[in-house]
C-alpha cells in the first residue's frame, strides 16, 4: 500500500484541479491518484451541488468508460472461449447490419462502420430496444473499408453489448453489474443515477449561465456512455486495470487489451486504440483508460502500468476543458514531485536448465549482448539498454519482449555436448565476433 501524497504535492495537484475548473468553467471538478492499488491523493474544486455529501461519493456519468467495461465483457467471454476475437458478430447476432465485422475489429474501432446511429442523437435522445436500433442499420452507412483506419463507432458498441447480453442470456446491464462492478466492490456505479448525483450542465458560452442537461437511459446503445459513478469507485475501477482480479480479467490479458491495434495517419503516434481501451503516449511510455463525455458530464480514467499509477477525472459540464489533458497533468505532477521508485533488487534462485547456458556475453556479429537472469527471465542487454527478454514456457525458451518476442531461443550444440551459438529465428549469436567455429549467415567476412 502507498503512502498518501505529502501537503505540498496535494497543493500542486489541487492547483491544476482548480485550473481546469476555472479556466473550463466547470461547476465542478473530482479528482483522485492512485498508485500500486491504492488511492494517494483526492481533490475537489467547484461544487457538485449536493450539500453535506462526501463529494468523492458524488456521482458523475462516466461516458465511453462504459465501453472499456464493456471490453471487459467480451474479453471475459473471449478468455473462456465462448467467442473468438476474429468471429464475425453475425455468430451471436444473425443477419443483422455490420454483424459481418468481427469482434477484434468492433472493440479497436476500426471495423470502419459509421460512428452514430441513425435519428436522433443517442446521447440526448430516449434509447431504443435493441431490435429497433438494429431494424434502422442495414450495414450500408460504413464510412470506411475495414481494416482501413481507426474510426470512433458509438455504433459498435451496441452490438457488442448485445453479443454479451445474449451469450450470458441476461442484460448487458445485469452482466456488468455481476461480471465487473460486484467482483470489484464498486458499489456506487449504477445504470441511471442512483442516491447523491451531481446534475449534468453546460455552460452558456457568453453568458456563462448553467443549462440543465437529460439524464437520459440510451437503451441498446447503453453499452457505448450509460454508466454512472462516483470518484472514489472509478479509482477501484484505476486499480483493477493496474493489477486485474481474479474474478473478472487478469493483468496479463489487460495488458493484452492495452496493445495498439488501430490508429489514423492524421493521429501519427499521438494516439492509438487497443480492444476497448484509448492509449496515449505520456508517463512511463504509454497511457491506456478511456476519456467520457455525455451532455453534461465529461470524465478521464488512465492508467501507467509501468509506473503502477492511475489518474481519474469526473466533471459535470461540457464546456470545453479536456479531462484526458487534466488527468495527464496530474500524473505528471505525481511523478516529478513523488517519482515511482523502481522494484527491490533481490538476488535470485539459480537458473533453470533451460537458461543455465545461455548466460554471458553473446556476439551479434561484431555486436555484444550481454545475457543475464532478472528475476526469471534471461535480459539481453546492449551498452546497458534492454533489447530483449526470453522466459521458459513449457520447456522452450521463448522471447517475451523485444524483436525476439514470441520466437524460441534454441542453444546449438556441439557434437561433445558443448555449447556452440544461439540461434533465434535465423539471427546467430556467438561467444566471440564471427566465431570461424561456428555457421555464421551469409558466411564470415574478411578481415
Excluded at 453475425?90 to 468492433?106: C, F, K, Q, W
Excluded at 546467430?428 to 561456428?438: G, S
Aim: charged share 20%; proline share 7%.
Amino acid at each position: 500500500m502507498s503512502a498518501p501524497v505529502a501537503d505540498v504535492t496535494g497543493r500542486r495537484l489541487l492547483a491544476h484541479v482548480a485550473t481546469a475548473q476555472s479556466g473550463g468553467r466547470l461547476p465542478s471538478v473530482v479528482a483522485g491518484l492512485v498508485r500500486d492499488g491504492s488511492v494517494v491523493w483526492r481533490g475537489r474544486y467547484g461544487a457538485a451541488g449536493v450539500p453535506d455529501h462526501d463529494p468523492f461519493d458524488v456521482q458523475y456519468r462516466i461516458g465511453s468508460i462504459t465501453k472499456t467495461m464493456t471490453a471487459v465483457l467480451v474479453l471475459q467471454l473471449v478468455r473462456d472461449g465462448r467467442i473468438g476475437l476474429d468471429d464475425p458478430a453475425s455468430v451471436v447476432l444473425g443477419d443483422v447490419g455490420y454483424a459481418d465485422r468481427t469482434l477484434r475489429t468492433l472493440l479497436a474501432h476500426s471495423s470502419g462502420m459509421q460512428s452514430e446511429p441513425a435519428g436522433s442523437w443517442w446521447e440526448r435522445s430516449p434509447g431504443l430496444p435493441w431490435d429497433e436500433l438494429a431494424a434502422a442499420h442495414d450495414g450500408s452507412g460504413a464510412a470506411f473499408a475495414t481494416h482501413q483506419q481507426f474510426h470512433y463507432s458509438n455504433l459498435g458498441y451496441a452490438l457488442l453489448g448485445e453479443i454479451a447480453a445474449r451469450l450470458h442470456g441476461r442484460t448487458w446491464w445485469e452482466c456488468v453489474a455481476s461480471l465487473v462492478l460486484e467482483p470489484l466492490g464498486m458499489t456506487r456505479t449504477s445504470y441511471l443515477p442512483e442516491g447523491a448525483a451531481a446534475q449534468g450542465q453546460s455552460v452558456h458560452p457568453y453568458e456563462s449561465v448553467l443549462v440543465a442537461e437529460p439524464a437520459t437511459d440510451t437503451g441498446a446503445m447503453a453499452p457505448a456512455g450509460q454508466v454512472w459513478a462516483t470518484l472514489d469507485d472509478l479509482a477501484t475501477y484505476a486499480g483493477f486495470l493496474l493489477d486485474g482480479h481474479p474474478d473478472v480479467l487478469s493483468a496479463e490479458l489487460l495488458a493484452r487489451a492495452f496493445g495498439p491495434q488501430s490508429g489514423s495517419a492524421r493521429d501519427g503516434l499521438g494516439y492509438a486504440h487497443g480492444l476497448g481501451f484509448q492509449l496515449f503516449p505520456g508517463g512511463s511510455g504509454t497511457l491506456a483508460g478511456h476519456s467520457g463525455s455525455m451532455p453534461g458530464f465529461v470524465a478521464a480514467c488512465l492508467v501507467d502500468p509501468r509506473r503502477r499509477t492511475g489518474g481519474v477525472v469526473l466533471a459535470n459540464a461540457t464546456s470545453g476543458s479536456s479531462p484526458v489533458q487534466l488527468a495527464v497533468t496530474l500524473l505528471e505532477e505525481l511523478q516529478r514531485s513523488e517519482p515511482t521508485l523502481p522494484p527491490v533488487w533481490l538476488p535470485s534462485d539459480p537458473p533453470p536448465a533451460e537458461l543455465a547456458d545461455a548466460l554471458g556475453v553473446w556476439h551479434w556479429g561484431n555486436t555484444p549482448f550481454v545475457f543475464r537472469m532478472e528475476g526469471t527471465e534471461l535480459v539481453a542487454r546492449r551498452d546497458g539498454v534492454e533489447a530483449y527478454r526470453f522466459a521458459v514456457v513449457d520447456g522452450r525458451v521463448v522471447g517475451t519482449a523485444g524483436y525476439h518476442a514470441g520466437e524460441r531461443l534454441h542453444v546449438v550444440r556441439r557434437e561433445d555436448g558443448s555449447v556452440s551459438h544461439l540461434d533465434i529465428a535465423t539471427f546467430v549469436y556467438t561467444r566471440t565476433p564471427y566465431d570461424p567455429d561456428v555457421p555464421v549467415p551469409g558466411g564470415h567476412p574478411e578481415r
